[in-house]
């Protein structure tokens, strides 16, 4: 897949975003009221990165939770 990190498999998933109109109770109104829902998608933050991978240095898309975990190690 190409939205996809190559080291924890994380990718894109899809949701909805939900459309409200109304004042919310705790501010006075009589509440959220929904008026529509539209589909969307979450999409990882991947980056591309060169790395070292089984003792070579290659290009690989890996998210950033992976790059701040320290799961791969950068080539320079």
């Known amino acids: 897949m190409a939205r996809e990190c ?7 998933h899809i949701g909805w975003n939900v459309a409200r109109r109304g004042l919310p ?8 009221k929904t008026t ?3 589909k ?7 980056q591309i990165i060169r790395a ?3 003792g070579k240095v290659a290009r690989v898309k890996i998210c950033t939770g992976c790059l ?3 799961k791969v190690l950068k080539s320079s």
Do not use: E, F, V
């Open 6 to 12: 190559q080291i924890c498999g994380k990718r894109s």
């Open 25 to 32: 109770k705790k501010k006075g109104g009589i509440g959220l």
């Open 36 to 38: 529509g829902h539209t």
């Open 40 to 46: 969307r998608t979450y999409l990882p933050n991947l």
């Open 52 to 54: 070292y991978l089984n």
């Open 68 to 70: 701040k975990a320290n």
